[in-house]
């Protein structure tokens, strides 16, 4: 039987189990990784190369390592002019850095060996222990068990974009598994105001100039960062904490998100592609959608558009991640969930149930609303190892 199964091996995933073996809590042979990908931080990868994102919007103190500077450290042993790893003033590291990293981490600490490749479908209590069902019939035994599933299975799709897909219309969310977004012909219109819609119309306005038409429906919104830097620290989250209501929680995480956000180099780029004629930029939102003759017709509220290709950059779905397969769990170990369907947990463990604990998304009524970045995946992290000594 094993020590610790972390279910998920995203961010959140791979950064607690670099605590757990890093703060010697546990050893690799005792740890697993139970993700349907074969390789730590598939999605992640997937996401980002997708959208070619250059560099994070996060600091260089935020990575998966336990020591803060520990990417800086490694950036200067790689050789190469610090400039070149490194953006701006918050020293946001480039992807490929970001990425590198964390293989090299990975590599440190035989990450590998503890990978299984599979999906849970089912969590019971067995005598003093959990047990976990595969898909395929496989089945884990474990003292402790970490819920670190995040929201990159669960895109949000529009209704009229998701009947327009009934009807063979070309609409894709762009982080679907099996998006395909080669169309070497025709205007292409991406929908969506937040980060990763601005990045894919910058990947297309370089590839199909003049095509490319980015429909957001609110004007850009620049933020540095997509939550006040004060979430980090105990500037704000003295007070979160101090909050007993967990309705009143859930406003305050709603609230403190900065969605459909940018940083502002990201806005003069979209405004510079825009004025060289190579990107068009609708303020406008979606009434009705309808598909003829291979063709989509938007009606917005202030005009029409008609193109062959829609990209959805719309975000994902407020439900908790892996609400589905824990129903039964929850039901038979009478676990806490608020009204928002979010697990209740231990403020100083995150622990849901007896050594049953949760990270990133399903813990943010704790961690707050950075709970689901890397620097909250840092946190929870630190929480349930603080919790083991």
Excluded at 24 to 51: E, F, G, Q
Excluded at 114 to 135: A, N
Aim: with cysteine; charged share 25%; hydrophobic share 35%.
């Amino acid at each position: 039987m094993l020590e610790w199964t972390i279910i998920g091996g995203g961010i959140q995933g791979c950064t607690l189990a670099t605590y757990l073996i890093k703060r010697k809590c546990t050893t690799i042979s005792n740890l697993a990784i139970v993700d349907p990908h074969d390789k730590p931080l598939s999605t992640w990868k997937r996401c980002t190369k997708t959208v070619e994102m250059p560099f994070l919007r996060s600091p260089s103190i935020h990575h998966l390592d336990v020591d803060p500077f520990s990417l800086e450290k490694f950036a200067k042993s790689e050789g190469d002019k610090l400039s070149s790893h490194f953006y701006g003033p918050y020293d946001r590291p480039s992807l490929s850095l970001f990425n590198k990293h964390c293989d090299v981490l990975f590599d440190d600490i035989q990450l590998q060996k503890s990978w299984i490749q599979g999906r849970v479908i089912k969590l019971e209590k067995v005598k003093e222990h959990w047990q976990m069902t595969l898909k395929d019939g496989r089945q884990i035994e474990s003292k402790n068990v970490v819920l670190a599933m995040g929201l990159s299975e669960h895109p949000f799709i529009p209704d009229w974009a998701k009947k327009l897909q009934e009807q063979g219309a070309n609409i894709q969310h762009i982080y679907e598994n099996s998006v395909s977004h080669e169309n070497p012909t025709g205007e292409i219109v991406i929908v969506g105001g937040g980060i990763s819609a601005i990045h894919t119309a910058l990947k297309w306005s370089g590839k199909r100039p003049g095509k490319v038409r980015l429909l957001t429906r609110h004007p850009l919104r620049t933020h540095q960062f997509d939550s006040d830097p004060g979430w980090l620290g105990p500037k704000k989250m003295k007070s979160f904490e101090k909050v007993t209501c967990l309705e009143k929680r859930r406003k305050i995480i709603t609230s403190a998100r900065f969605r459909g956000s940018i940083p502002k180099e990201l806005k003069m780029k979209i405004l510079r592609e825009e004025r060289e004629g190579r990107l068009e930029l609708i303020i406008d939102e979606v009434s009705t959608a309808s598909f003829e003759n291979d063709e989509i017709k938007l009606d917005l509220k202030k005009t029409s558009i008609n193109t062959n290709q829609v990209l959805l950059a719309t975000g994902f779905h407020a439900t908790p991640p892996g609400i589905e397969w824990l129903n039964h769990t929850i039901e038979k170990e009478q676990l806490l969930c608020a009204n928002c369907g979010y697990p209740i947990v231990s403020e100083d463990s995150l622990q849901w149930g007896d050594n049953l604990y949760v990270i990133g998304a399903l813990a943010e009524l704790v961690i707050g609303p950075v709970s689901r970045n890397i620097s909250g995946a840092r946190r929870g992290a630190e929480r349930i190892v603080q919790f083991q000594s």
